[in-house]
T-cell receptor, first 113, second 119 residues
Framework: QQQVKQSPQSLIVQKGGISIINCAYENTAFDYFPWYQQFPGKGPALLIAIRPDVSEKKEGRFTISFNKSAKQFSLHIMDSQPGDSATYFCAASHGGSQGNLIFGKGTKLSVKP | DGGITQSPKYLFRKEGQNVTLSCEQNLNHDAMYWYRQDPGQGLRLIYYSQIVNDFQKGDIAEGYSVSREKKESFPLTVTSAQKNPTAFYLC??????????????????FGSGTRLTVV
């Protein structure tokens, strides 16, 4: 119930392509869904986040799509660049700001030039 | 600039030795967290603290201890009871809702991590 399942574990995309990472959850009480980006040897950084009252949120080349009925959300990276190569984590929490984040296991993205 | 500082960046531990990882934040955040990261395992919660002088065990607390005597500081001790301590350790902090205006972008701020190796 508390898990967030993330796929794929690794992803290789050509420069200019679309990268798609998917996450699924079971706990319907989750109400906050962020994505984090982590470069090697660094801590994760918040990339974009969504609440379940909207189905999509876009910030530049990054878009979160949220499907409440399917209990799934995904990250789309448009026009992927080599600089996007990193590990991406989805997460979820409930209880608004007081809930601890539950993280997916991460997706290692490699964008080939 | 506000942020979280973890030190040292690299740490080597001998068998049977306790070591302490430092985490300091100047963001005025109430909540602080320690995570362990292993390849393919994602981020696993060790301990967290919502307020000063109070902390709770996470999913993998065995072999670790923490203290929260000041709001700014949340050190993690890896004890000799932790049999497999080699990992990348991440500290994070989070503001409580009263400190945030836009809830949709509310999130954790992470430090740059400490890589601990047993020698």
């Amino acid at each position: 119930q508390q898990q967030v399942k993330q796929s794929p574990q690794s992803l290789i995309v050509q420069k200019g392509g679309i990268s798609i990472i998917n996450c699924a959850y079971e706990n319907t009480a989750f109400d906050y869904f962020p994505w984090y980006q982590q470069f090697p040897g660094k801590g994760p950084a918040l990339l974009i986040a969504i609440r379940p009252d909207v189905s999509e949120k876009k910030e530049g080349r990054f878009t979160i799509s949220f499907n409440k009925s399917a209990k799934q959300f995904s990250l789309h990276i448009m026009d992927s660049q080599p600089g996007d190569s990193a590990t991406y984590f989805c997460a979820a929490s409930h209880g608004g700001s007081q809930g601890n984040l539950i993280f997916g296991k991460g997706t290692k993205l490699s964008v080939k030039p | 600039d506000g942020g979280i500082t973890q030190s040292p960046k690299y740490l080597f531990r001998k068998e049977g030795q306790n070591v302490t990882l430092s985490c300091e934040q100047n963001l005025n955040h109430d909540a602080m967290y320690w995570y362990r990261q292993d390849p393919g395992q994602g981020l696993r919660l060790i301990y967290y603290s919502q307020i000063v002088n109070d902390f709770q065990k996470g999913d993998i607390a065995e072999g670790y201890s923490v203290s929260r005597e000041k709001k700014e500081s949340f050190p993690l001790t890896v004890t000799s009871a932790q049999k497999n301590p080699t990992a990348f350790y991440l500290c994070a902090s989070r503001a409580n809702i009263g400190q945030q205006v836009f809830a949709a972008n509310y999130g954790y701020t992470f430090g740059s991590g400490t890589r601990l190796t047993v020698v």
